[in-house]
């Protein structure tokens, strides 16, 4: 079975501050994919990152950024300098080929920057 | 593409009523995915579907749900009879293979 922990489930920061939300997962499959998606307040899924379990470089996008370490089961991500904009929910997930490459969630970290 | 399109955006039912929510994938995408968003449970997968063949729908809380896909371009999700307790966000996703899910913009059930 797979698991995928979030275990922030709410952080605030202050605008231009880093933020890292982390996410653990778990399976027992060689071969598997790990996700970000955002959700922000307007509700709509917004896929953010796909890496395969065999893929360890980290990933930059302009401020956001990826580090996966299968050694902790861990694929964290961090926003630098955020934004008001940034502030929605992040969920983390994962996907393997005997599951039909669905996705299974984590419980999501809302995340909130203000002014 | 138009992404995936979900309909109708908002759903206000009365318990004990038939609700079908409709799904059209992004074309060539060969999965299907229906999802529900509750604040106690979060996303979790209701059934999924390769190549419009069901595939799992152990996440099919009760016999009241059903899904189908008669074709590659076309998904319905069904729960008769609704129940209060079915009010949450349903989402569709589709996806080719072990690609990323992109996902409709979801439809706000409430049954009262």
């Known amino acids: 079975a797979q698991k995928v922990t979030q275990a922030q489930t709410e952080i605030s920061v202050v605008e231009k501050e880093d933020v890292t939300l982390d996410c653990v997962y778990e399976?027992?499959?060689?071969?598997?994919?790990l996700f970000w998606y955002k959700q922000p307040p307007s509700g709509e899924l917004v896929f953010l990152i796909r890496r395969n379990s065999f893929d360890e470089q980290n990933e930059i996008s302009g401020r956001y950024s990826w580090n996966f370490q299968k050694s902790t089961s861990s694929f964290n991500f961090t926003i630098t300098a955020s934004q008001v904009v940034d502030s929605a929910v992040y969920f983390c997930?994962?996907?393997?080929?005997?599951?039909?490459?669905?996705?299974?969630f984590g419980k999501g970290t809302s995340l909130l920057v203000t002014p | 593409d138009a992404g995936v399109i979900q309909s109708p955006r908002h759903e206000v039912t009365e318990m004990g009523q038939e609700v079908t929510l409709r799904c059209k994938p992004i074309s060539g995408h060969n999965s299907l995915f229906w999802y529900r968003q509750t604040m106690m449970r979060g996303l979790e997968l209701l059934i999924y579907f390769n190549n419009n063949v069901p595939i799992d729908d152990s996440g099919m809380p009760e016999d009241r749900f059903s899904a189908k896909m008669p074709n590659a371009s076309f998904s319905t999700l069904k729960i008769q009879p609704s129940e209060p307790r079915d009010s949450a966000v349903y989402f569709c996703?589709?996806?080719?293979?072990?690609?990323?899910?992109?996902f409709g913009q979801g439809t706000r059930l409430t049954v009262v």
């Open positions: 996703a589709s996806s080719y293979r072990a690609l990323e899910a992109f």
């Open positions: 997930a994962l996907s393997v080929s005997n599951s039909g490459y669905a996705l299974n």
């Open positions: 399976t027992r499959d060689t071969t598997y994919y």
